[in-house]
């Protein structure tokens, strides 16, 4: 049983740049989170997906940041004319419904570092 | 002001001794979660604990749910080499029944000496 995968793995970028992650969770599971991880610091919540409806998008720091699940199961996080401060890991995690006990299986990350 | 704060950040502890790591809460806890990281890696689940007080063990690991102060600890007994990493407390602090987003802490790192 595959768990949560993400590729690339790691991601070089000019500032600038448009960049697209993608995660793909574990068969099944109708949840579906994005964080981002700054060097040192503990991941922050970005958005949330249940099956393809995005149902919070409160932690995305910019309009700059977008996220999809069309199918309600692979997701990509996209973020346009990357800065610098973009730099971090980008998470995601998967749950099995949509309800708070379950438990988040999470993917590798894939690290961005924007130049 | 961090919503969740661990405690130590760091850790130091010889191979063989227990240890203790703390995480608090600033606001109501709806579900508290412990993970571990390795660099490089995501996080691994480690045990998840519901509101309304709960203690649950897997292996040398146990972890406790303090509802009343709002706090979590995590204790390992004989700590050996494949403890050392990142343990992260991540919570829901959101009521309701749906899935949220996790806060998590900044982490405490752990380093096991031989």
């Known amino acids: 049983g595959a768990g949560v995968s993400q590729s690339p793995r790691y991601k070089v970028a000019k500032r600038g740049q448009d960049v697209a992650l993608r995660c793909d969770p574990i068969?099944?599971?109708?949840?579906l989170f994005w964080y981002q991880q700054a060097l040192g610091q503990g991941p922050e919540f970005l958005t949330y997906f249940q099956n393809e409806a995005q149902l919070d998008k409160s932690g995305l720091p910019s309009d700059r940041f977008f996220a999809e699940r069309p199918e309600g199961s692979v997701s990509t996080l996209k973020i346009q004319r990357t800065q610098q401060e973009d730099s971090a890991v980008y998470l995601c995690?998967?749950?099995?419904?949509?309800?708070?006990?379950?438990?988040?299986?999470f993917g590798p990350g894939t690290r961005l570092t924007v130049l | 002001s961090q919503e969740l704060e661990q405690s130590p950040q760091s850790l130091i502890v010889q191979e063989g001794k227990n240890l203790t790591i703390n995480c608090t809460s600033s606001k109501t806890l709806y579900g508290l979660y412990w993970y571990k990281q390795k660099y490089g890696e995501g996080l691994i689940f480690l045990m998840m604990?519901?509101?309304?007080?709960e203690e649950k063990s897997h292996e040398k690991i146990t972890a406790k749910l303090d509802e009343k102060k709002q706090q979590s600890s995590l204790h390992i007994t004989a700590s050996q080499p494949s403890h050392a990493g990142i343990y992260l407390c991540?919570?829901?602090?959101?009521?309701?029944?749906?899935?949220?987003?996790?806060?998590f802490g900044k982490g405490t790192h752990l380093i096991i000496q031989p």
């Open positions: 991540g919570a829901d602090l959101n009521p309701g029944g749906g899935a949220d987003g996790l806060t």
């Open positions: 604990l519901q509101k309304g007080g």
């Open positions: 068969s099944g599971h109708v949840s």
């Open positions: 995690a998967s749950s099995l419904a949509g309800l708070v006990w379950n438990e988040q299986f």
